[in-house]
């Protein structure tokens, strides 16, 4: 409850009450997005959940788990503004979602390759779930080095009089693209950085590293699942 109140409080900026002459026209318009940023609060639930209950039946019947952590987050009010004012879009509330996929957006922090996939598969295949699009930074780097698998994933929230659909942004990764990205990030906020370029040309090159240890890592998860298959 003191989250929700948090949040709702973040998603609207309650200085500006004060000054205006007019709070409750304010607060009134304020609403619909307010309700809207809800909704995807709701989408996230469903969609953590359903991981969570992936995660708890792989325990049992594979005894490992799928996944490391899942972190989660609804995109800030000044980002969602930003990202449609660079986009050229108009800022009302239809348009927002409409036009953003990642409003509700969703990692999950993997160990092996293999799992990224496999957990992917089976979250996309769920019959209430959408699949609207994928993109595979995995297979297909970013210039840069960012590897992920990215999910846009339609999930119905079930409220009080009716059923709606709602966008959630699902991104897979491995322990080891996950610390790269998050360094990456960290850097990227370093405006005085001097000569860029070797600085991304470093970054590549240690995005590549971490991939062949990734690549190495599932081969040594393979070769111990299938010596514990000879043995059965
Ligand atoms: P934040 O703070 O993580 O939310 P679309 O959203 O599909 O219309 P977009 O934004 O080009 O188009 O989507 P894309 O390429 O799938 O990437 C969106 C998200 O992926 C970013 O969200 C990052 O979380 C992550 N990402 C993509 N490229 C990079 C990268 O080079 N480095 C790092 N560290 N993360 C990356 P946001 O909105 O940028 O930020």
Not at 163 to 175: A, D, G, L, P, S
């Given at each position: ?9 973040e ?6 009450l ?16 307010m ?31 799928p ?27 239809e ?5 953003l ?25 769920q019959?209430?779930?959408?699949l609207?699009?994928k993109?595979d ?12 698998l ?11 009089h ?6 959630v ?6 322990i080891?693209?996950?610390f ?6 960290k ?13 991304a ?18 081969q ?12 059965e």
């Amino acid at each position: 409850m003191e989250t929700e109140f948090a949040d709702a409080m973040e998603a609207f900026p309650v200085s500006r009450l004060a000054e205006t002459e007019d709070p409750e026209k304010l607060l009134e318009g304020a609403q619909p997005f307010m309700e809207l940023m809800s909704r995807y609060r709701c989408a996230m639930m469903e969609v953590e959940t359903k991981l969570r209950v992936l995660d708890e039946e792989f325990s049992m019947t594979y005894d490992r788990n799928p996944f490391e952590t899942i972190k989660s987050r609804l995109k800030r009010p000044v980002s969602i503004i930003g990202k449609m004012k660079r986009r050229g879009y108009p800022l009302t509330v239809e348009e927002i979602e409409k036009r953003l996929n990642d409003i509700a957006g969703i990692r999950v922090i993997c160990s092996f390759l293999d799992d990224i996939y496999t957990l992917a598969d089976m979250l996309a295949g769920q019959d209430d779930i959408r699949l609207l699009e994928k993109k595979d930074y995995i297979v297909s780097p970013k210039p840069n080095g960012y590897r992920s698998l990215h999910l846009i994933l339609e999930v119905p929230i079930f409220l009080s009089h009716s059923k709606q659909y709602m966008k959630v942004e699902v991104q897979f990764r491995t322990i080891a693209m996950d610390f790269w990205a998050s360094l990456d990030h960290k850097l990227k906020y370093k405006k005085d950085v001097e000569e860029p370029e070797r600085i991304a040309a470093q970054l590549k090159e240690c995005a590549d590293i971490i991939s062949s240890m990734d690549e190495r890592m599932q081969q040594i998860r393979d070769q111990i699942e299938t010596g514990k298959k000879m043995e059965e």
